[in-house]
């Protein structure tokens, strides 16, 4: 407790002047339009038109001046401006002698004869904008309707910087406003917003004219407005908020899982932020082409079709999931984003990470079987510590100058990290502590605008501990430590681990001396962690007591913290064990293997090692950790696959003889006492099968239920949904043109996005060259949705060193047509072309070759995923050389195990 209450001390001095200077150091830095004005309101008047794909609109923002000024800053992207004036309080009306565009952010300049007079008015434009196909901005979305006709709707998605084309604006989160909406539609479409209805008026050219109801002042990035054909189910929460679900004509029973989720989380949240949702309606709608997987624009959520509707009679237990937590994520968003917005793009994660975690807490508490703490460290903690382990990865707090920056920083660790150390702050601080403070920072700021240190603030008011000292070094400083065993002494009853730290890097290197303030939470066999008293390590060395014991101790207990653990020889024998008798709670096997790998692949453990520890999971029997174990065989799979070496073939008979033993308890046929989890067991099991064994039994099932699925398409009871995309890719692995072509046949009967998803997913496993071309040309021919072209792209990558070639060459060959499908979408969606074609690559010469290409061509908007790509391609490559250079590298080695 000393040590603890000094290290603090010095802490505190230290992070209380880095934070004034990096605030002081945000502002400079921050591009900003520069304006004499406050804006009050919008009030927004739009005309679609769904057949010609442009709107007319009319933007009056209510201003207040505040000193003379003869000019005026609006951001605007891809509008055409037809009339311009300010209107003062008076009546006075003033026209801008000049408009000055600058493309690079896309601003507009109006220049003034005459000074704007201080006080209250408006300016009023009018303007024209498209509908686009780039899912950004007021963009169309096609879809087909009952009758098989094709029709369009429109919808939008600001965030993050995107409303400017939808109408101009100062689009930054902190200059928030109300806004007032009104469209013109044709008279059989719905419009939706994010408010209710005030008044429908029906025109005599037989459109009608849709206002809705005052916002609560809030960011342009969260403005939302919708027109199509829809149906919807609805409820009302506990609390009397009335939810809908929006979904395209005749799919209206789709919606209800969602919309069950939807009305027990709201409530949820309505108790666990003590503020209930301010709006009075919430409505969710299903988008037939969107970027992201949802946005929480507030009071009219939008989705990916596949991640809000379900058809009840067909959905597995893996869409289930990913449903489930899309809503609870977007909902926490109402209250962490739009209730409470970040002040700027550099506190991104104050939004994202906090959804993150919230979407798994409130997942585990409406579905408590489904068991989301102990899926957390193989799902979100092992994706946050995979990239954070990289050079190129990034603070949680990055530094933003522009705002076009943030597009490159909705990734892993805004979203994963963020949710881990929101996690290990919710295990330190206890869920009352956490609670209350959450509370105190809703009810302090609700409608205004934040940063980090304002969430440290209220939470450790609430607390009564030091919150900003300790999380200073997980969110300011990029990575995370490696804590290393160096010695084990017993006496007195009690066992003392001494430990180090150290920046934890993939490649293995040294990096500067920089510290974390560890929690560290420990678990010794037969007891459950204590984190009554948790230890708090911000030195170099360090040590920690726990009960003394012959059998495994467990350091990081439960995976609650974002760090790497190294034991020492025994100690990792002990854990051994306890994986061998399952004693090591499951989350805490998954991590151990985990930890094994990254440490396997940056050097610091001997790949025997990983081999050893693989083996004693021999018997296992759980979902979560045999996604652990799918990670590190798949992983050592396409490593291993693209090299070349003799040892692949014995691995991949190992990894067969390991996943043998469960596949056969578990078997092919749904069982009544499966549950969810029994569920993503068998397809975890069954995709390993079709992987790496070669027995004939497998092929042979596959193919009898690939054979039922030909026959019929839409027979649920064919093949089950969660490891229908297996089947497919089993299958067409063994098979050539006939079964390509029957899969097509499939592709073209559904109807269903989500069975579409699991085509597209499988065709990648096709091994003849030609028809990975077909693939690849497929996909990029605009048969495929903008949304999902690279699907297909990723599963042939993933899918085999031939397919991961195929790709990259078709990849370089067309770059400028592929680069131009989605030049004005967001850059994730060039991000995940990229990725798939040359992620995979395991060798200096690949990654010397995908630099050269990108020198030649470079991606400014997509640098960051470029330069991860490449870190990611030589740490393979020198964990090959690792392998080869061990025992493992010895094909007799594999064989023994």
């Not at 807490?361 to 703490?373: G, H, N, S, V």
């Not at 003849?768 to 497929?778: H, M």
Request: net charge negative.
């Amino acid at each position: 407790i000393s040590s603890w209450s000094t290290t603090v001390s010095a802490i505190v001095l230290v992070v209380s002047f880095s934070a004034s200077c990096e605030k002081t150091r945000k502002m400079v830095e921050r591009v900003l339009l520069k304006n004499k004005l406050t804006i009050e309101r919008y009030d927004l008047d739009l005309e679609p038109d769904l057949d010609r794909f442009v709107f007319n609109g009319l933007v009056k923002i209510g201003v207040i001046v505040h000193e003379d000024c003869l000019s005026v800053q609006l951001h605007s992207k891809d509008l055409q401006w037809i009339n311009t004036e300010f209107v003062s309080e008076s009546g006075k009306k003033l026209k801008p002698i000049q408009l000055n565009f600058e493309l690079e952010h896309y601003t507009m300049e109006m220049i003034f004869a005459e000074a704007l007079p201080v006080g209250k008015g408006s300016l009023n434009i009018t303007f024209v904008g498209e509908h686009n196909n780039q899912m950004a901005g007021f963009y169309r979305s096609g879809y087909t309707a009952i009758n098989g006709e094709k029709r369009t709707m429109v919808s939008t998605q600001f965030e993050s910087i995107d409303a400017r084309r939808a109408f101009p604006c100062v689009d930054e989160p902190a200059v928030k406003a109300v806004f007032g909406v009104t469209m013109t539609v044709a008279s059989h479409l719905t419009a939706l917003s994010n408010m209710p209805e005030t008044e429908v008026c029906h025109l005599s050219d037989g459109r009608k004219r849709v206002s809705f109801r005052d916002s609560p002042i809030m960011s342009t990035y969260l403005l939302a407005f919708c027109v199509g054909e829809f149906d919807f189910v609805q409820a009302t929460t506990d609390h009397g908020v009335q939810i809908r679900v929006y979904t395209p004509p005749g799919k209206a029973s789709h919606g209800r899982f969602s919309l069950e989720c939807a009305r027990r989380s709201l409530d949820l949240y309505d108790s666990f932020f003590g503020v209930p949702y301010p709006l009075p309606k919430l409505d969710m709608i299903a988008i037939p082409e969107f970027a992201m997987g949802a946005m929480e624009n507030w009071g009219l959520v939008t989705y990916r079709e596949i991640a809000l509707l379900i058809d009840p009679a067909k959905a597995s237990p893996q869409q289930m999931q990913r449903v489930c937590i899309v809503v609870t994520h977007e909902l926490a968003h109402q209250w962490f984003g739009n209730l409470v917005t970040m002040a700027w793009w550099d506190d991104l994660w104050l939004n994202e990470g906090f959804a993150t975690f919230m979407q798994n807490l409130a997942t585990d508490l409406i579905f408590p079987d489904w068991a989301m703490w102990e899926q957390f460290g193989v799902d979100i903690l092992a994706g946050a510590l995979g990239l954070d382990a990289l050079r190129s990865s990034h603070p949680i707090q990055v530094p933003i100058a522009h705002a076009e920056e943030v597009e490159q920083v909705f990734d892993s660790i805004s979203y994963l990290k963020g949710a881990s150390v929101n996690r290990m702050l919710f295990t330190v601080l206890g869920p009352d502590a956490f609670k209350a403070g959450l509370q105190l920072y809703m009810q302090r700021h609700k409608y205004g605008n934040t940063e980090t240190h304002d969430l440290w603030t209220a939470l450790g008011e609430a607390s009564k501990r030091d919150v900003r000292a300790l999380m200073a070094s997980w969110t300011e400083q990029m990575g995370y430590p490696l804590v290393t065993v160096t010695d084990v002494t017993e006496a007195d009853g009690k066992t003392t681990l001494k430990l180090s730290q150290q920046w934890f890097l993939a490649d293995g290197s040294k990096g500067d001396e920089r510290l974390w303030t560890i929690p560290m939470v420990t678990a010794v066999a037969g007891q459950a962690p204590s984190t009554e008293q948790i230890p708090f390590c911000s030195t170099k060395t360090f040590e920690v007591t726990v009960p003394a014991t012959r059998a495994w101790i467990k350091l990081n207990a439960d995976q609650t913290i974002p760090i790497r653990v190294a034991y020492t020889p025994d100690l990792l024998r002990r854990l051994a064990d306890g994986i061998r008798d399952k004693s090591l709670p499951p989350a805490d096997r998954a991590g151990v293997l985990l930890d094994a790998y990254a440490l396997a692949k940056a050097g610091h453990y001997d790949p025997v090692v990983v081999a050893e520890l693989l083996a004693a999971f021999v018997n296992e029997d759980n979902a979560t950790v045999w996604g652990a174990l799918a990670t590190v065989l798949t992983g050592l799979d396409k490593i291993l696959m693209g090299s070349g070496h003799a040892v692949y073939a014995p691995f991949a008979d190992f990894a067969a003889k390991l996943t043998s033993p469960a596949i056969s308890a578990v078997g092919w046929t749904s069982q009544a006492t499966d549950g969810h989890r029994g569920k993503l067991l068998r397809a975890s099991l069954i995709a390993l099968a079709g992987r790496f064994s070669k027995d004939p039994q497998t092929l042979a099932e596959a193919r009898r239920r690939f054979d039922a699925v030909v026959a019929n398409p839409t027979d649920a009871a064919a093949c089950p949904a969660e490891y229908k995309a297996i089947v497919y890719q089993i299958v067409l692995k063994a098979g050539g043109v006939v079964e390509y072509d029957q899969l097509m046949k499939v592709f073209e009967a559904l109807q269903d996005n989500v069975e579409r998803k699991q085509v597209m997913l499988a065709l990648g496993s096709a091994s003849d060259p030609a028809l990975q071309t077909r693939t690849l040309e497929w996909a990029t021919s605009g048969a495929v949705k903008l949304q999902d072209f690279f699907y297909p792209l990723m599963a042939l990558s993933a899918a085999s060193q031939s397919g991961l070639e195929s790709v990259w060459q078709y990849f370089q060959k067309h770059f400028t047509r592929l680069h131009t499908m989605v030049s004005t979408a967001s850059p994730s969606l060039f991000d995940a072309v990229i990725g798939a074609a040359c992620g995979g690559f395991a060798s200096t010469a690949k990654a010397d070759e995908v630099k050269k290409f990108f020198d030649e061509h470079p991606l400014p908007a997509n640098q960051r995923r470029i330069a991860q790509i490449l870190e990611t391609i030589r740490v393979n490559a020198a964990f090959m050389d690792r392998i080869a250079a061990s025992k493992t590298g010895d094909p007799a080695f594999w064989a023994k195990l």
